[in-house]
């Protein structure tokens, strides 16, 4: 990790992903109205929807909102018949991608996510071509000054796979994603609330990327982000300072 703040990466894409909030509220929208769809509306039996729902509240969507999603999943009202598609690609100098999207068209899709990638830079891969590179994880983030070692017990014993210490005192947690969610009312019932948290696909190695690189690969994502159909991106490159 040397050459930049894991700590200050993880405050910036938050910063971030506040900034979008219409946009993310949008795309929560879809996920459950899709998680819905395949597993039914109840949270209690459906982790998938659990999930979104959770996502949705820390998100601040009203529950209003969420409510009108679940309905249109669960009664197959329009706008609920989307595909999911996981694409793979290269950034800048290589830097490895996985674009996950929900859509009702794949060939307008496909063809969105191609031209947002070679206009910046980058091209689409074939399936599994970076894939490997990555691990399907739950994964938490505390401050600096999380108190450690109540940490690493309460995680552990609520069955996450590991705890790691930064060089800069943040902390991340590591867990099945199927234990996501018992891991983090595990942490929050001993008042440990992580500043971010999500299920992702984490990758085995970090490519740290300054300067004009830096900057190119960071409008790359960004013009991948904002395309409609896209739900997530995951990738190895860090923006460093």
Request: negative net charge; aromatic residues 6%; contains cysteine.
């Amino acid at each position: 990790m040397a050459g930049h703040s894991k700590w200050a990466n993880i405050k910036h894409k938050k910063a971030a992903t506040d900034a979008k909030r219409g946009k993310i509220w949008t795309r929560l929208i879809k996920e459950i109205t899709v998680a819905a769809k395949l597993g039914g509306g109840d949270a209690d039996a459906n982790p998938r929807l659990r999930l979104a729902i959770d996502k949705a509240t820390d998100a601040n969507m009203p529950k209003d909102n969420i409510q009108r999603a679940i309905q249109r999943g669960v009664g197959g009202a329009d706008g609920a018949n989307y595909d999911e598609i996981r694409y793979e690609g290269y950034g800048i100098g290589g830097a490895a991608l996985i674009i996950d999207c929900l859509t009702d068209n794949r060939v307008r899709t496909v063809a969105e996510v191609r031209h947002a990638l070679s206009k910046h830079g980058g091209n689409l891969g074939a399936e599994g071509s970076v894939a490997f590179m990555f691990q399907h994880v739950g994964q938490f983030f505390f401050a600096p000054g999380t108190p450690e070692d109540a940490l690493m017990e309460a995680a552990l014993e609520a069955g996450a796979d590991d705890v790691i210490v930064n060089d800069d005192g943040s902390f991340e947690v590591v867990c099945p994603p199927t234990e996501f969610l018992t891991v983090k009312a595990a942490l929050e019932a001993k008042g440990l609330k992580a500043e971010a948290s999500e299920v992702t696909m984490k990758p085995g190695n970090e490519v740290i990327f300054t300067g004009e690189d830096a900057e190119k690969m960071q409008k790359l994502l960004d013009a991948v982000e904002a395309l409609d159909d896209v739900q997530d991106v995951y990738t190895n490159a860090v923006i460093g300072g």
